[in-house]
């Protein structure tokens, strides 16, 4: 019973959540003559795993987006909703949230101020923006979102330098703690997108954390590449996280790619995950993804490592 009212009052503060957005975004529309951008995305799956706790039907992943144009800016509002296996309330329950206002100067200079999708890393929150039909180990390494404000300077056309001081990461309150601060910056040169960010979060003074995230992407023609490289340091552990993928479009509508990645905790265990997956479009709104993972856990008390092997068929609808 108890974790019935936990789940409702969950649930309920949930839906007070998105019709407060929905308030605030039509307050927003009575400012100006133009409408609301309304768009979502859908992915729903099949997956079958060694790991009898994952074999099923799904709704992997989801959002309605409403976004306003404003003079120079913009708002915006991502309401993710998501429902696997005991999952509770589908709507707003992965972290993912989103509501914020954006502007940008003529000089190169733009801000973003409210809860925004994280700035470090390869792979996106949202499925629809990766070509796998999840994301990777590597992805749990960072943080999923901030609460608070980022700013990015244009210095010149190959440099781009991001800052940002936030709430610490994930959250949207914080209690008395410093809040968590870092710097991106975003080089693109022959063809590749360079990205090297450092994020310093301290919770209290017993528990500072050091993230390092570099990704080095690469696109020509119908070939994808990407490099990302992970380095989480605190007071008691430390740990590191590689990534490696690639894609190739044989045709307008077919494409194949492959992903390794590897994390290892220094404290407690490492992993390693080795995708394969195909992507059919069958238009620009819709997509079918085909896949394979292998997992591998290995746990530094001696225990026996642990492989899993799934596949999953996704369909991703976007409108």
Not at 117 to 140: L, W
Not at 173 to 183: C, K, L, S
Request: proline share 2%; aromatic share 14%; net charge neutral.
């Amino acid at each position: 019973m108890h974790m019935t009212k936990s789940k409702m009052n969950l649930a309920s503060k949930r839906l007070v959540f998105v019709l407060a957005m929905l308030g605030a975004t039509n307050a927003l529309a009575a400012t100006n003559n133009d409408s609301i951008a309304v768009s979502f995305f859908t992915d729903a799956q099949y997956r079958y795993s060694t790991n009898s706790n994952v074999s099923s039907f799904m709704l992997n992943d989801g959002a309605i987006y409403f976004s306003k144009k404003l003079d120079g800016g913009e708002g915006f509002v991502d309401i993710p909703y998501v429902e696997w296996l005991n999952s509770g309330s589908p709507l707003g329950n992965n972290g993912k949230t989103q509501a914020w206002l954006s502007y940008s100067y003529s000089n190169g200079l733009s801000w973003k101020l409210g809860k925004f999708d994280r700035i470090f890393g390869f792979e996106g929150n949202d499925t629809k923006d990766i070509f796998f039909a999840s994301q990777g180990i590597v992805y749990g390494n960072l943080p999923i979102s901030h609460t608070g404000l980022t700013a990015s300077y244009k210095v010149m056309e190959n440099l781009t330098v991001q800052g940002i001081v936030a709430n610490h990461s994930d959250r949207m309150v914080v209690n008395r703690e410093v809040p968590d601060y870092g710097v991106k910056l975003v080089v693109p040169y022959a063809g590749n997108t360079l990205s090297a960010g450092f994020l310093r979060h301290d919770n209290s003074v017993a528990n500072e954390e050091y993230l390092v995230n570099i990704v080095d992407s690469y696109t020509t023609g119908a070939i994808n590449l990407a490099l990302e490289y992970d380095y989480k340091k605190s007071r008691t552990n430390v740990g590191h996280g590689f990534l490696l993928f690639g894609s190739y479009d044989w045709t307008e509508t077919c494409s194949f790619g492959v992903r390794g990645e590897f994390t290892k905790n220094m404290v407690t265990y490492t992993a390693m995950k080795l995708s394969a997956g195909y992507v059919h479009k069958f238009s620009n709104e819709l997509r079918a993804k085909l896949g394979y993972d292998f997992d591998t856990n290995k746990a530094f008390d001696g225990a026996d490592s642990t492989n899993t092997h799934s596949g999953v068929l996704a369909g991703v609808y976007t409108f």
